[in-house]
Structure formats: C-alpha cells, structure tokens
C-alpha cells in the first residue's frame, strides 16, 4: 500500500523526557564508554525519547503501515547545542516527505524531529529515513 504524500506536513505527537542521571550512567557503560562530570546527552539518547511515548509507533498506525515491512534506512542529527543529565527535553516530529521507488515496491519516509529544551532553545535536529518494503 502506497503512503499518502497528503502527509507530508503532518506534525506527530510531541513526547516530553527528563534526562536521568542513571540513565545516562548506564548508557556510557553499556557501550565501553567513560563517564565524566559532564553528563552530555549522546545522539542515541536523543534518538530514543520518541520511544519513550506510550505507542512510540502510533503514527505509523496512522498511515496504515505494517511494521512487519519496516527498515529503518538512514539516521542523520545536526547539533545546535549540548544536553546533559536533568534537562527536560521535547521531541517533536514531522513527516517532511513521502516518496516511492522501485515502481512502488517500496515507500519511504521521512521524519524531521526537532528536539528543544523547556525553554524551547533547540538542542538538535533529527532526520530519519522509514523503508517500507510493499508485499506484491
């Protein structure tokens, strides 16, 4: 089934998340990583708040895709300024394109999430690219 271009635009769901400590703590030893003072928020972390909402995938139900048929295809984050333990950050995606190839075998979309801190200052900006492959 081909995803609707009307979507392009569709502003998703924001979702809200206080970076703990902990979480932080543990991340950096789950990959070998040292921990300093600092805390910083690494890309992962911002990549996974979306996940944190209570149907991380609702939107996609939106559309109608069986995620059976899903690939994550491309992860990209432009910087704009550190996040550490104890902010409050907000996760707010968009759906900026919708396309086709292989003559609708499969779709793909794109998913621009801008996340903010409480006081609405950027911290970064997230791109995903969403592979669905089309059953024939």
């Known amino acids: 089934m081909a995803i609707d271009p009307a979507m392009i635009g569709t502003e998703l ?3 809200t998340l206080t970076v703990d400590e902990g979480r932080l703590r543990f991340f950096a030893k789950a990959i070998g990583d040292t ?3 600092d805390l910083r928020v690494p890309p992962t972390v911002l990549f996974s708040i979306e996940l944190e909402s209570p149907n991380p995938f609702g939107w996609a139900d939106q559309l109608g895709i069986d995620l059976r048929y899903v690939l994550h295809g491309e ?3 432009t910087y704009h300024q550190p996040a ?3 902010d ?3 996760a707010t995606p968009r759906i900026s394109d919708v396309y086709s190839k292989k003559g609708g ?3 793909f979309i794109v998913k621009d999430t801008s996340v903010t801190k409480a006081d609405g200052s950027l911290v970064a900006e997230l791109k995903s690219v969403i592979v669905v492959r089309n059953p024939q």
């Open 88 to 90: 409050v950050l907000t």
């Open 105 to 107: 075998a499969l779709d």
């Open 75 to 77: 992860q990209s984050f």
């Open 35 to 37: 921990v300093d003072d």
């Open 13 to 15: 769901a924001p979702t």
């Open 84 to 86: 550490r333990a104890g």
